[in-house]
């Protein structure tokens, strides 16, 4: 039953920004490997703390929901690592849900259970696509490689996703987006969107205008634009 099985931090009853043109609820799965400095849900990185949502809540909202929302997220967290994942996904289609995921692509293994299953995928680049680059924004050099193989994977099933980047000039600069766009173009990745850093609540260092710079710099935008059939920015 996958209310044994699945641990989920929070719920969002009501998103028109997590799911393109779809309205949607958000299932911020409980548990993450990763330790990403501009991290916005740190209480949903302890995979080992029960979450403060039930399965049973879900299924409760989407019952009453039917008509109004048109698909569920499975947001983080990191979704791949509950192997659950597939039967949630599996409950909620069951209710005529169109589903779509939230991830890093950490566990290539899992992500390849669920995309025939997915109708969208938002995609994570944390950085340029190098070990170490890696291991600054995300704290874990080894799983660089399987963020490689489940991109890979995404392009080979065809799927409708989008990659993006959240421009946290602690980690990155702008030369770095430079080169996250010509990998990501290089290899086939259609759309692609960078995201404001606005700095958490523990980081009393950063400006504004550090953050502001990617998208203040007219070259880079002009850049990514023509490097990708689709770009925006997410301020
Ligand atoms: S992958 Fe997402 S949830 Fe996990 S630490 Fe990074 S920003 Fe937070």
């Keep these: 039953m996958v209310q044994n099985m699945i641990n989920i931090g929070d719920i969002e009853k009501f998103s ?3 799911f393109p043109s779809k309205m949607a609820v958000v299932v911020f799965m409980q548990g993450c490997p990763w330790r990403c400095p501009f991290c916005y849900n740190q209480t949903l990185q302890n995979p080992h703390i029960e979450g403060n949502a039930e399965w049973d809540n879900l299924v409760h909202l989407l019952e009453h929901r ?3 929302i048109d698909a569920v997220v499975f947001s ?3 979704p791949l690592m509950q192997d659950s994942l597939p039967e949630a996904i599996d409950a909620v289609r069951q209710m005529e849900f169109e589903v779509g995921l939230h991830t890093g692509g950490y566990r290539p293994e899992a992500l390849q259970k669920v995309l025939d299953k997915v109708v969208w995928v938002g995609f994570d680049i944390k950085a340029p696509l190098h070990a170490e680059r890696y291991k600054k924004a995300t704290g874990n050099a080894g799983d ?3 963020v490689k193989q489940s991109l890979q994977m995404l392009l080979e099933a065809k799927i409708h996703f989008e990659c993006r980047t959240t421009c946290d000039p602690r980690i ?3 030369a770095d987006i430079y080169e996250i766009a010509d990998t990501l173009s290089g290899l086939g990745v259609e759309e692609y969107y960078i995201q404001k850093y606005r700095p958490i609540r523990t980081d009393r260092v950063t400006q ?3 953050c502001e710079k990617f998208f203040k710099d007219e070259k880079l935008l002009a850049y990514l634009k ?3 059939k689709i770009f925006d920015v997410r301020k």
């Design 226 to 228: 023509q490097k990708f």
């Design 208 to 210: 504004d205008s550090d």
């Design 76 to 78: 983080g967290g990191e």
């Design 16 to 18: 028109i920004v997590d």
């Design 172 to 174: 990155l600069d702008i």
């Design 66 to 68: 039917k008509g109004m």
């Design 144 to 146: 660089v490689e399987k």
